[in-house]
């Protein structure tokens, strides 16, 4: 292969790479879409963002460093990759690291979009159980896109692939351990820092997006395998600029 046909791979890698991540990147902001959703219905969290919304309750009353939601879930997703990291050892791969950027990614969206969602829903029973069912909806749609674009796991779902490493464990039952003991672990903040369990945080919708979400991602899965063709699309730059110009152009006239 000569120089000028690697120099083609090359930029074809690349941006075929940063064209994967942007799409990976409006993946999560669908998902943390649904994660705030989930938060704003007060009938419980999805199970992400349970202990970083005991924490933040906590930080509201004084109790903990008063940090956003999105940075509790950041800390969080940073040591879910440390715990990686202390049960595979020598197996953890570097390219896993990459983890930390995703996880920062998702803290950041999910502040952006619990500020799109204040106000958003209504007081009454009704409008919590639409607005839990629609976040619920949201995240399983978001977590279909977000696998299908290939790149490392959220930290949430590496800690299980790592523990059915070491252990053999199927990961759906994996996947329930992690789930538990992140619930566990937000009741018993709740408990620490308020002295009751905490209804808003780990709820009857907590429960529910424990179950639903997935049936969501399978039912989702399936059917989107047209967006393999949107991975495989690779945007020039120069087409982008010239049809950025073209339309600035149109307006002005």
Known sequence: MNEAAIGVDVRSRVIGFLWQHVLLFLSLFVMTAGVALCVRSALGSSVISTIPYVMTEAGSASMAPGLTIGQYTYLMNFVLVLAQIAVLRRRFEAVQLFQLVIGFAFGWLLDVNMGFTDGLVGEGLLSQI??????????????????????????????????TRVTRLPFPKAKIIVDISLVVIAVVLGYGFFGRWMGNVVGVGTLFAMFYVGLV?????????????VLSFRPGMRRVVYGLLRYLGNRNS
């Open 130 to 163: 639409m607005a839990q069912l629609a976040g619920c909806t949201i995240l399983g749609i978001g977590i279909a896109f977000e696998v299908r674009c290939g790149s490392v796991t959220m930290p949430g779902e590496g800690m299980p692939v790592a523990l």
């Open 217 to 229: 991602v399978k039912m989702v899965a399936p059917r989107i395998g047209w967006f393999d063709r």
